[in-house]
């Protein structure tokens, strides 16, 4: 067999220039046949034989052996080392060319080829884009969807283009999303529909192609997989009904598709998202609670389903999932709820519905993530609702919460969320006996820490939150305030250039209501407060220009 193999190198390198079909057609079968059984020790020797540069002049369509050439290509290059002597052969630039031929076997020992050289290189990936590959492989597609072998091929390379992000522009100018829709119908194996799914995943990634989808009519295949499997205990369905569900969210995460499907509330692929929240199926609810978070992206879409009765559906499924519930849907059924409750029409109707009693069961939580939503729910429950903030602020147990929470310095969101709700609290309510609770349960420090936050937001909730306790309540809070070094802290955000003008104009209104308090109004007299401020007189903000003189008069009579 060698001395066949080593025959057939010397006889292609000689007769490649000037040879008849019928002598190269034996000399590439010996090599099929020398690579059928020791496919890494053959690929050697082709490489030392210098017979790759051959195999460029041989790629041609008119040559009855182009098949069997980009046969031996696609074998070599399943080994890793024979890739870049294959680029360096210059075999790219043919095979892209023989796509655009017609025969079937030939696509397909071409496409394998180009597939097996650039396995795994985003560079090699990204020049076949470059070459404009992707509009050829979907006409391929197009032309040959009934051959089985040349529809894989297509899907495998879709497959691994569609990772790199400057494919789906590409993509997004072909008709992929139907010809990919249109396949998707007429299969029946799961292993099909499973490749199928692999490249739609990436795509739907896409904005555009989202939309494209959406109107090819995908949507209705993937409704049609979930009713099919919803109650199949075999693997392949179970697997099936995640892939589907799961894809079916992502089509929401566009703006222009998720407003498609929601048809001002009357779609029925909203309708029957809707029936999901209450299924048996954790998948299912997990995915409809997702989809109506993606709805809840503007304000009508969620007054409209707040008016429909969403909110209970909701509160019913966390209901399901209280003790040793599901994580990822207590996570998407808080984070529906946050979003729904951020139009201001919402939030009584949500209150009085007793949103904020179903998320307060979860306060015993230990998972970050539904930590995090459950504070951002409240956050926006209580956004201007006087009542319900004094009501959640005088809660000793979720005060207490969010003070050992504002200590979760392994996750920051948790954090920052605590500290904001505590700020919350305090200005949407405006009571003492709120701001009573917060001090005796610890939370003055969090929010003078606040104060230093690096986002200018919170910087400001967590000072006019110090101005309201330094308002009504001083006495309670006077030695937490001290402990916390909050007049070094002002004087540093006064003093810093860098300071926003809301920051420095909060600052200077806290410092007046802070000298109503003896110890506190020595160390602002120690730390030359004036000196700071009566440069701030003729800041290029007004408004804080004329607090600096509002803020000097009152420093100069105090003292």
């Avoid at 024979?82 to 030939?106: F, H, S, Y």
Wanted: net charge negative; with cysteine.
């Amino acid at each position: 067999m060698a001395d066949n193999l080593s025959e057939a190198l010397k006889k292609l390198k000689i007769t490649s220039t000037d040879s008849t079909a019928g002598s190269l057609e034996g000399c590439l079968d010996c090599l099929l046949q020398a690579l059928a059984q020791n496919n890494m020790e053959t690929s050697e020797k082709i490489q030392k034989s210098g017979v790759l540069q051959v195999f460029a002049s041989l790629l041609t369509p008119q040559s009855s052996c182009t098949a069997k050439v980009a046969n031996i290509i696609a074998e070599v290059a399943r080994n890793e080392f024979m890739r870049n002597p294959c680029v360096d052969a210059g075999l790219i630039p043919p095979l892209v060319q023989l796509l655009n031929c017609k025969d079937q076997e030939v696509l397909l020992q071409t496409g394998r080829a180009l597939g097996n050289i650039c396995y795994d290189s985003h560079t090699l990936q990204s020049q076949l884009i470059n070459m404009g590959v992707i509009p050829t492989l979907v006409k391929l597609l197009g032309i040959h969807c009934q051959n089985a072998a040349l529809t894989e091929m297509c899907l495998v390379a879709f497959g691994n283009l569609a990772e790199l992000e400057s494919s789906k522009e590409q993509f997004a100018y072909t008709n992929i999303a139907e010809e990919l829709v249109k396949l998707f119908k007429k299969q029946i194996e799961h292993d099909k529909k499973e490749m199928i799914f692999e490249v739609l995943a990436p795509l739907a990634e896409n904005d555009v192609i989202k939309l494209q989808l959406v109107e090819a009519g995908l949507v209705e295949c993937l409704l049609e997989i979930v009713q099919k499997t919803v109650d199949s205990d075999k693997e392949d369905d179970i697997a099936e009904l995640k892939t589907a569900s799961d894809l079916m969210v992502l089509l929401l995460l566009g703006d222009e598709s998720m407003q498609k499907l929601f048809e001002g509330g009357k779609g029925s692929v909203f309708q029957r998202v809707l029936s999901w929240i209450p299924s048996n199926s954790h998948q299912l609810q997990l995915a409809g609670a997702l989809a109506i978070a993606n709805f809840a992206r503007n304000d009508g879409n969620c007054i409209h389903m707040v008016d429909n009765g969403i909110v209970q559906k909701l509160m019913d499924l966390l209901d399901r999932h209280v003790e040793d519930g599901n994580v990822t849907v207590q996570h998407a059924a808080l984070s529906a709820l946050r979003n729904l409750a951020i139009p201001v029409v919402n939030k009584a109707k949500m209150l009085s519905a007793g949103v904020a009693e179903a998320v307060l069961k979860f306060l015993r939580s230990e998972m970050p993530p539904v930590q995090f939503k459950l504070l951002g729910t409240l956050r926006m429950l209580i956004d201007a609702q006087a009542e319900a903030a004094e009501q959640l602020g005088k809660n000793v147990k979720l005060v207490e919460r969010l003070v050992e929470w504002c200590e979760a310095k392994d996750h920051a969101g948790v954090m920052g969320e605590s500290n904001r709700l505590l700020s919350a609290l305090i200005r949407h309510s405006k009571s003492k006996d709120v701001i009573r609770t917060i001090v005796q349960s610890g939370g003055i420090k969090h929010l003078v820490t606040m104060a230093t936050s690096e986002h200018v937001i919170m910087q400001n909730e967590a000072l006019v939150a110090l101005a309201l306790i330094a308002a009504l309540e001083l006495v309670t809070a006077e030695k937490d305030l001290e402990n916390a070094q909050l007049v070094q802290i002002l004087h540093r955000l006064l003093s810093d250039d860098r300071s926003a003008p809301e920051i420095k104009y909060n600052s200077m209104v806290l410092i007046c209501a802070l000298i109503g308090s003896e110890p506190l109004q020595k160390e602002v007299q120690s730390m030359a407060f004036l000196e700071v401020i009566s440069k701030l007189r003729s800041h290029e903000n007004k408004t804080v220009a004329q607090q600096a003189s509002l803020t000097e008069q009152r420093l100069a009579v105090e003292s």
